[in-house]
C-alpha cells in the first residue's frame, strides 16, 4: 500500500472516531485507529508517578465516565497504536491533547451533553488527563520516542495553551486568565478547583464590562507540579498573550484558590518559593522554607517582589458578593541587613528579599510572579495581576458522593464572581 493511501485510510479512522467515539468533540483527533496489525508491542508495567497512582481510586473513574469522557481514556492506546512514526505520534498527542481541551470547555459551557455530573465540574479533565498520560507511560512503540516530549506536547494541548488565540473583531477587549488543577488529593481526593472550573466556564466567551464595552476571555489550566513550571510552562502560556499577534490580551491576571469565604486581589508576588513541607501533586518539595526560601529555576531576572497592576480599587469597591474582595498587601521577607523572616501587612521594604507574597510561597505566588516578570519585561503597559478565589466547599459528608448541591451552587457562585471581577478590572482600560 503506498503512503498515500495509507495516510487516507488512518484519515478516514480519525473522522470514523469523531463520529462514533468523540461525536462532540470541537476537533477530531488526527490519528484514532489504523488498518492493518498494531505498530505496537505489549504495554509494559512502568511504574506510574505519584499523580498518575491515584487513579488507582475507582472515584477517579467515575468522575471520567460521569462527564461522558470514558471514550477518551478507552480509545487512546489503539490510538497510540495507530501511529508509525515519531512525528505521527507528535500529531497525535496534540490533535488528542486539543479534542480533550475543546470538549472540556463545550462542556463546562453546556454545550456538550453527556454525564450527569454539573457542567462546571472541572475534575473530569483533570482525571481524563491523567488516564491519558498513564497510558502514554506505558506505550511500547516499534519506533523511538521522546516519550517526556510528548507529554509535554500532550499536556500542552489539553490545558489549552495550543489553541487560545483571540477571534473577537476589532475594538473587543483581550482578557486572558489561568486557572489551577485540582491539589491536595492525598487528603480528598474528591477536591476540584474553583479557578480550574472558572478557566473552563469562561474561555471563549465574550463580556459585557462596567463601562459597556465587550471583551474576549481566554484561559488555561496549569497543573500544580513544580517540574512544569520549572521546564517553563507559565511563561510558554503567556508569552503569546503579551506579543504581538492573533493571542494577544489586554489584560491578563492568575487565578487559584486561596482562602476560605473571600476572594483576595494579591498587590504583591515574591521571587521565592518557601512552601515545604507542602508537596505538590507529584509529591514533590520545592526545597525552600520560610527561614531559607530559594529562587525557582529558570526564572529570568526580576525583582524580589513585583506588584500588581489591576485596578483593585475599581474591583473591590464595585464587587463584594456573594463573597467578600479584598486587597491582600501581606509579605514576608528577610530585611536588608537581616537572616530571619518578618511578616508584613504593608508590602515590602527596601532591599528585601522575598520569603513570601501575598499567595505565600506555593505556586499561587509563582505563577503570579512568572507570568508578570513576564508582562513586566514584554508588555509593562498590560495590567496584570493574581486573583485567590475562596476555597470550594460543600463536597458531601459521605466519601463516596462525588457531588451535592451545595458543592456545584459554591463553584457556579465562585465562577460568576469570577467573571464580575474581570468584567470591572477590564474596564476603561486602552487596548493594544
Not at 465516565?65 to 505521527?88: I, K, N
Not at 481524563?128 to 494541548?157: H, I, K, N
Not at 504583591?268 to 522554607?289: E, I, K, M, Q, V
Not at 513585583?306 to 498587601?329: F, H, K
Request: charged share 20%.
Amino acid at each position: 500500500m503506498s503512503h498515500r493511501m495509507m495516510s487516507l485510510r488512518r484519515a478516514a479512522s480519525a473522522a470514523a472516531l469523531l463520529a462514533t467515539v468523540l461525536p462532540v468533540a470541537v476537533t477530531s483527533p488526527a490519528h484514532a485507529t489504523a488498518a492493518g496489525p498494531s505498530a505496537c508491542r505489549p504495554q509494559s508495567s512502568v511504574a506510574l508517578d505519584a499523580e498518575q497512582a491515584r487513579l488507582a481510586d475507582p472515584r477517579t473513574t467515575a468522575l471520567v465516565e460521569r462527564a461522558g469522557f470514558g471514550d477518551f481514556v478507552r480509545r487512546f492506546p489503539a490510538a497510540l497504536c495507530s501511529t508509525r512514526s515519531r512525528a505521527e505520534a507528535e500529531r497525535l498527542l496534540e490533535s488528542w491533547g486539543q479534542a480533550l481541551w475543546q470538549a472540556s470547555v463545550r462542556r463546562a459551557q453546556a454545550q456538550r451533553p453527556g454525564g450527569d455530573l454539573a457542567p462546571g465540574d472541572d475534575r473530569p479533565l483533570y482525571w481524563a488527563r491523567l488516564g491519558m498520560t498513564a497510558a502514554l507511560a506505558g506505550w511500547q512503540p516499534q519506533f523511538t520516542v521522546d516519550r517526556a516530549a510528548l507529554r509535554s506536547r500532550f499536556e500542552d494541548a489539553s490545558r489549552g495553551l495550543t489553541d487560545n488565540a483571540f477571534r473577537t473583531a476589532p475594538g473587543v477587549r483581550r482578557i486572558f486568565i489561568s486557572g489551577f488543577d485540582p491539589f491536595g488529593l492525598d487528603a480528598e481526593i474528591r477536591r476540584a478547583n474553583p479557578s480550574g472550573s472558572a478557566a473552563l466556564q469562561l474561555n471563549g466567551r465574550r463580556v459585557t464590562l462596567a463601562d459597556g464595552s465587550q471583551a474576549e476571555i481566554r484561559a488555561v489550566v496549569l497543573p500544580v507540579r513544580y517540574a512544569d513550571f520549572d521546564a517553563g510552562m507559565v511563561e510558554r502560556a503567556f508569552a503569546p498573550h503579551l506579543t504581538a499577534g492573533p493571542a494577544a490580551a489586554d489584560i491578563v491576571t492568575t487565578v487559584s484558590q486561596g482562602y476560605p469565604g473571600i476572594f483576595t486581589l494579591e498587590d504583591w508576588a515574591g521571587r521565592a518559593r518557601s512552601a515545604d513541607p507542602y508537596p505538590d501533586n507529584a509529591n514533590a518539595l520545592s526545597g525552600g522554607t520560610r527561614e531559607r526560601p530559594v529562587t525557582a529555576p529558570g526564572l529570568g531576572p526580576g525583582p524580589e517582589f513585583i506588584r500588581t497592576t489591576l485596578p483593585a480599587d475599581a474591583v473591590t469597591a464595585a464587587v463584594q458578593t456573594p463573597y467578600p474582595v479584598l486587597l491582600n498587601s501581606k509579605v514576608t521577607e528577610i530585611p536588608a541587613g537581616g537572616t530571619a523572616p518578618v511578616d508584613r501587612t504593608d508590602g515590602p521594604t527596601p532591599g528585601s528579599r522575598a520569603v513570601a507574597g501575598g499567595g505565600g510561597g506555593y505556586l499561587s505566588n509563582e505563577v503570579a510572579y512568572r507570568s508578570n516578570r513576564l508582562r513586566a519585561e514584554l508588555a509593562p503597559h498590560l495590567p496584570g495581576g493574581h486573583l485567590h478565589t475562596p476555597v470550594l466547599t460543600g463536597l458531601p459528608a459521605d466519601p463516596q458522593v462525588l457531588t451535592g448541591p451545595e458543592f456545584e451552587r459554591n463553584e457556579s457562585a465562585i465562577t460568576a464572581e469570577v467573571r464580575a471581577i474581570l468584567q470591572h478590572a477590564g474596564a476603561g482600560k486602552e487596548l493594544r
